[in-house]
């Protein structure tokens, strides 16, 4: 169990800087999650802990010890591949048992430790198995007994659950989770996936053009987006521009009082993220709730998703599926009311 | 300089020493020598090989592009037309007719073109079993001058076109043809526009390759040309008659049209030969062929690889064939196994074969080193930056003609240098393996680039991940991966360096002789059991290494299954 330090980490490649001075910190025993769309430079922010690439600027220390140039073989980080990278002319034993081989574990207890790594993956009975013959899930749990088995100060994913159906995607990524719950090994994880990151980790970062844009738990940066960037990636957003007065928010038509903590930024230009669950559509406008026209339903089982012209604005609306929900084909005129507690206010512009 | 370092540019050091020492010095050397007129420079050389007094060897370079482009038609139409059945036609037997249709890969030029005289030359089997049939004067038909040259050379490097259009066809994804159908496209618009443009690099780099190669072909032109002037065929003249800086200079006027094929190949994107290498599923169907037209086709093939095979048989048939006892028959009239006999009983006649396996070996493992090293520093190691320029020199010498490479040895190393170990090579044993290794290795640089570049990078850095060193990533993972890849690429320096002759016939000593310097001899003897005995024998010989290739291979594959 390690703590990794990036301070003011970067790297430029010909083309693009892919990574622009970035400082973390993960603490020991964490599951801390790298977040963003393909091409912010979370994958090279991995593969520079790693020891794949060497950084143009900055320096990575693991449980204080500078390694930046530790090369990669020598930092005791294991790492799971986006495509497995398992050695296909080897059985799933070899594999597993690569790492502890290259450090000299003995054979006995190579055995064990590969016996035992199997086993949390509910692999042991194809330890024979030549690994092009595994299905890709299984693949996929070689990989991660093969990271696990040698005990590394830090264990690396790069969206290891990417080439997995849907449903398989689900039971690995509780299988990962427990894994890490149990062995407490410090994780660095790297996804495009929210809902990954989100059941996942104790921490996240989103990043966005080889910047990080915001740092928390899952529930602060979902709730408390630091920028219009974050709250879109973590989840459909509406966002609204205006200003804010006397802790009156406007944008166009609408216009509402917000909280003092929401406010603290002052007056001024500001941007509010407005989550689809925080509005509520009624067939009868009830008290409070000022009418608005359904443009679109999209029915996704367990929710109905809406879009919907308020007050010269089109928000998304995002419901449980229920009778009334039903109801509101488009063009039917409902009742919005949305939920201000629950907005936040972004003053960074976009 | 730290041990790492050092570690790391002993081999860049190394790599850089041979392609200046054995490919780029000897071509220096020719060209300065060609640019010297009695000591003093001068272009007067060129100017001869341009003179309109004296033709000849414009009337040479004339002829010599002439057949290979009437070779690239050739081989282009027997090739594209054996990958087409092959690939889109299933009918009895494919898989061994398959191997039959890649055969003239492993024969050696010179045997080749003998067993072509046997069976098609003016007193071949065929013209007097015609002859004979119908009850003719004389043979109502032979291949002789440039018509023979042209179909030898559509034997022998058909198999490019073969290989390299099998690959593409198989490449194509079939779902292409089903949507441009799907479409409403016809047959001929769907192969127009959609399959030609597939496998038109295909066609582009065989028929580079084709060109090179005919240019660069000397036993064909030696021993059918009669009269006629050919390029290669000027410069062993030239050698032999002493005049070294005429030689020089036609030796350069040839490498000049090679090179410039050279370019065009590494333009074009099927330059990578990838022998040895048929991935994904081959049994994906492009053409709905209907039933005459397929019986018509697949029957064409056979028939042209039973043309393929006879000149085989025939050499066999006469390595059994006692000296003398062929004279005007249709077939020898006696047999016996006394040529055979007489190889393995005199250790003088023996020699040659002794002589071709040594080489042979001093071959590949040099090719092996220098090869599989320089392969991996440009895909994945410490030239990897500098790939455009190193991958070009790593290959240019597979671009010079084997005439040449003599030529370029003879001017380089007929007086002690670094590169020769400061002493002279001229008239040794050791400058024919040198001028092997350096027509070949880049056979074994090409398959290896190919099998690296098929292996994930992310299982080196899997590698890395897990601990393993430089030395134990090398061997524990990518060695078995590109093994395949290795030895196709040796077994194919084996078989051009055992037969060669090109470049053995400018260097040779009675002592170095090689088979095909031998072969040549009893032929010019009119010994033609012993010469096809010695022809039999390495094709034995070949067919040795083909068999210990293929055991290799599948040793490592009981280990390292390919991948799902």
Known sequence: ?350 | MTLRRIAVLAPVAVLVFVITGYVLYPLAMMCSVSLRVHGTLSVGHYLDLLDPGHTGNMEAVWNSVSVSILSVAASGAVGVFLAFVFTQLDFPLKRLLSRVAILPIALPPLVGVIAFLFVFGDSGILPRSAQWLFGLPRAPFSLNGIPAIVVVHAYSFYVYFYLFVSTALRQLDASLVEAAANLGSSHWRTFARVVLPEIRPALVGASALTFMASMASFSAPFLFAGGRRFITLQIYTTKLNGDMNLAAAQAMLLLAVSLAFFASLNASAGSRLTFGRSKGASGTRTLAVSGTARTAMVSGAVVLLCLGILPIITIVLISFAREGSWTSQILPAEYTAENYLKLFADPDVFQPFVNSVEMGMLTVGASLVVGVSGAYLVTKGALKRARGAFDLLLTLSYAIPGTVVALGMILAFNRPTLFSGFTVLVGTFWILPLAYFVREYPLVVRSTVAALESLDDSLIEAGKSFGAGTFRRFRVIILPLILPGIVSGCLLTMIAAVGEFVSSILLYAYSSRPISIEILSQLRTFNFGTASAYSVLLLLLILGCVYLASLITRRNEARVPSRA
């Not at chain 1, 980490?9 to 001075?21: H, I, P, T």
């Not at chain 1, 109905?304 to 995002?318: D, N, P």
Request: proline fraction near 4%.
């Open chain 1, 1 to 350: 169990m390690a703590s990794l330090t990036l301070r003011r980490l970067s790297k430029q490649f010909a083309e693009a800087d892919a990574v622009r001075s970035i400082s973390l910190e993960v603490h020991s025993g964490e599951f801390f999650s790298i977040l963003g769309p393909s091409g912010c430079g979370k994958t090279t922010l991995l593969r520079l802990v790693a020891g794949f690439e060497s950084p143009s600027g900055g320096s990575i220390l693991l449980d204080g010890n500078d390694i930046t140039d530790v090369p990669a073989q020598h930092r005791g980080i294991a790492m799971v591949f986006q495509n497995y990278a398992l050695f296909p002319h080897m059985t799933v034993f070899q594999n597993v048992a690569f790492g502890l081989e290259t450090h000299h574990v003995p054979a006995a207890e190579i055995r064990k430790r590969v016996g035992e790594a199997l086993d949390a993956v509910h692999l042991a009975e194809k330890a024979q198995v030549k690994v092009p013959k595994l299905s890709g899930g299984e693949q996929q749990r070689v990989a991660v007994a093969r990271a696990l088995v040698v005990r590394p100060a830090l264990l690396l994913f790069d969206e290891p659950l990417s080439n997995l159906d849907v449903a398989l995607r689900l039971t690995t990524r509780e299988e990962i989770r427990s894994l890490q719950r149990a062995t407490g090994i410090t994780t660095l994880y790297v996804t495009h996936d929210q809902a990954e990151a989100m059941s996942l980790s104790h921490r996240i970062a989103v990043m966005r053009s080889g910047a990080i844009e915001q740092v928390g738990t899952p529930e602060e940066a979902y709730e408390s987006p630091a920028s219009a960037f974050v709250a879109r990636f973590l989840g459909a957003a509406n966002i609204l521009r205006g200003h804010i007065r006397g802790g009156v928010f406007r944008s166009g038509k609408i216009a509402a009082r917000i909280h003092a903590r929401q406010a603290a930024s002052g007056n001024g230009a500001a941007l509010i993220a407005i989550r689809p669950e925080a509005i509520e559509l009624n067939v009868r406008r009830a008290g409070g709730s000022r009418a608005g026209v359904v443009r679109e339903r999209e029915y996704l089982g367990f929710t109905t998703s809406f879009t919907v012209e308020f007050q010269g604005a089109v928000l998304r609306v995002s419901a449980p599926s229920s009778p009334s929900t039903r109801a509101m084909v488009a063009g039917t005129r409902v009742g919005v009311s949305i939920d201000w507690s629950r907005c936040s206010v972004i003053t960074e512009d976009e």
